[in-house]
T-cell receptor, first 113, second 112 residues
Framework: DTAVSQTPKYLVTQMGNDKSIKCEQN?????MYWYKQDSKKFLKIMFS???????INETVPNRFSPKSPDKAHLNLHINSLELGDSAVYFC????????????FGDGTRLSIL | QQQVKQSPQSLIVQKGGIPIINCAYE??????FPWYQQFPGKGPALLIA?????SEKKEGRFTISFNKSAKQFSLHIMDSQPGDSATYFC???????????FGKGTTLSVSS
């Protein structure tokens, strides 16, 4: 039973398109995150939601818009995709927004042609 | 001040060796220091974590050493195995609502 699941696993699309990535967790956690991992494997937080409220919003272009319909789901919509958006995007969840273990999904590899 | 500096970038050891990965931080507000292990095609998985009130924590073959005054912490892998070959990330976090800051990762290869 997958704890944090993301769909799709792979996304190949053209520059300028709009795409969405979905994330669901079945751990009963109240906090969810989006991370971006670049080609050098550097992991950086993008957004975090606690009980459906946005609590972390790093310096991310406003073409990226997260949405949390409920505590178990966090989606990421990206408008006007650019070449630099190519990366692996990870969703994660934790119980609480402090120093608690974060559980990661297996990522969505986004490739922009 | 938000950075976590990790070294080395890559490490090759023989089976049974003890690889050591080091991390340093500046922000004294950090109070949670986890280590994550990532295999190709998978998400990072929590390995072990420590808080600054203890100087060492051991779980199985993995040990974190923490030096609060030097603002450094390290991961030791005892009796390393080829299955330990992965990328390891240190990280640090402060109070609720702040981001988990990752080091740049160390790629470990354990040869048989």
């Amino acid at each position: 039973d997958t704890a944090v699941s993301q769909t799709p696993k792979y996304l190949v699309t053209q520059m300028g398109n709009d795409k969405s990535i979905k994330c669901e967790q079945n751990l009963g956690h109240d906090t969810m995150y989006w991370y971006k991992q670049d080609s050098k494997k550097f992991l950086k937080i993008m957004f975090s939601y606690n009980n459906k409220e946005l609590i972390i919003n790093e310096t991310v272009p406003n073409r990226f818009s997260p949405k949390s319909p409920d505590k178990a789901h966090l989606n990421l919509h990206i408008n006007s995709l650019e070449l630099g958006d190519s990366a692996v995007y990870f969703c994660a969840s934790s119980q609480g927004a402090g120093g608690q273990p974060q559980h990661f999904g297996d990522g969505t590899r986004l490739s922009i042609l | 001040q938000q950075q976590v500096k990790q070294s080395p970038q890559s490490l090759i050891v023989q089976k049974g060796g003890i690889p050591i990965i080091n991390c340093a931080y500046e922000n004294t507000a950090f109070d949670y220091f986890p280590w994550y292990q990532q295999f190709p095609g998978k998400g990072p998985a929590l390995l072990i974590a420590i808080r600054p009130d203890v100087s060492e924590k051991k779980e199985g073959r993995f040990t974190i050493s923490f030096n609060k005054s030097a603002k450094q912490f390290s991961l030791h892998i005892m009796d390393s195995q080829p299955g330990d070959s992965a990328t390891y990330f240190c990280a640090a976090k402060g109070q609720a609502g702040t981001a988990l800051i990752f080091g740049k990762g160390t790629t470990l290869s354990v040869s048989s």
